[in-house]
C-alpha cells in the first residue's frame, strides 16, 4: 500500500523563523507535488518536483526531492503570517511514466505562523 | 487560468437519496478526478477519467459512480447517500504530459443527515 507521510501535522510558529516540513513516502516514483490550501478554499499548487535532487524555489518557500530516501521537504524562510495555511505533498498513485492516474496524499501539515 | 467549476458549494441531502455533484472544466484536460477530503485524513481518491466514457476506481470507490459523456464534465453519483458520506469533496482536473499537475475546483461540502 502505497504511504505518504507528513510531519509534522501541526505546526505554530512565529514570523522571522524557518522551519522546515518533511514529506517520506513509499513508492518508486520520482515525481512529487507540493500544494497549498487556505481555510474554506481549495488546493493550489505550489511546486512539481520532477526528479531526484529537484529543488524549487518561490518566494519563502523552498521544496526538494531525495528519490534515494524517497523523501521531500519544504523548507519556510523567515515566515510571514501569510504564509500561514495547510501543506500537502502528493505522489503518484501509480506512476508508470505517463498516463494518468490520481495522486496520494499526505494528511497535511497545518501551519500556523504568529505575528 | 485554468478554470475547474464544481455546481454547488453546498448541499443538504437525506439517507437514501440519489446525489449528483456535479464538475466542469475548462481547459480541455484529458483527465478528471473526484477525491474526497476528511479532517486528519487528507484527500483520498474516488474515481477518475482518462478520456470521454473512460472511468478508473480511484482508493475508495464503494458507495460512489461516475458519467463522463462529454469530455469537460465528470459527475459524481451517490446512488443511495448515507451519514459516512458527509464530506467536502473536490473535483480535479489534468492534462496528460510530463507534469501532470491537477487543478483543482473550490469544492462542494455535502451533509447527509
Known amino acids: 500500500e502505497l504511504k505518504v507521510e507528513q510531519n509534522p501535522l501541526f505546526l505554530s510558529m512565529q514570523e522571522g523563523k524557518n522551519y522546515t516540513i518533511y514529506c517520506n513516502y513509499s513508492t518508486t516514483s520520482d515525481r512529487l507535488y507540493w500544494y497549498r490550501q487556505d481555510p474554506g478554499k481549495s488546493l493550489e499548487s505550489l511546486f512539481v518536483l520532477l526528479s531526484n535532487g529537484a529543488v524549487k524555489q518561490e518566494g519563502r518557500l523552498m521544496a526538494s526531492l531525495d528519490t534515494k530516501a524517497r523523501l521531500s521537504t519544504l523548507h519556510i524562510t523567515a515566515a510571514v503570517h501569510d504564509l500561514s495555511a495547510t501543506y500537502f505533498c502528493?505522489?503518484?498513485?501509480?506512476?508508470?511514466?505517463?498516463?494518468?492516474?490520481?495522486?496520494?496524499f499526505g494528511k497535511g501539515t497545518h501551519l500556523i505562523i504568529q505575528p | 487560468d485554468v478554470k475547474v467549476t464544481q455546481s454547488s458549494r453546498y448541499l443538504v441531502k437525506r439517507t437514501g437519496e440519489k446525489v449528483f455533484l456535479e464538475c466542469v472544466q475548462d481547459m480541455d484536460h484529458e483527465n478528471m478526478f473526484w477525491y474526497r477530503q476528511d479532517p486528519g485524513l487528507g484527500l483520498r481518491l474516488i474515481y477518475f477519467?482518462?478520456?470521454?466514457?473512460?472511468?478508473e476506481k480511484g482508493d475508495i470507490p464503494e458507495g460512489y459512480s461516475v458519467s463522463r459523456e462529454k469530455k469537460e464534465r465528470f459527475s459524481l453519483i451517490l446512488e443511495s447517500a448515507s451519514t459516512n458520506q458527509t464530506s467536502m469533496y473536490l473535483c480535479?482536473?489534468?492534462?496528460?504530459?510530463?507534469?501532470?499537475?491537477?487543478?483543482f475546483g473550490a469544492g462542494t461540502r455535502l451533509s447527509v443527515l
Open positions: 502528493a505522489v503518484d498513485r501509480r506512476y508508470s511514466g505517463g498516463g494518468a492516474d490520481g495522486l496520494t
Open positions: 480535479a482536473s489534468s492534462l496528460t504530459d510530463r507534469v501532470n499537475i491537477q487543478y
Open positions: 477519467s482518462y478520456d470521454v466514457k473512460m472511468k
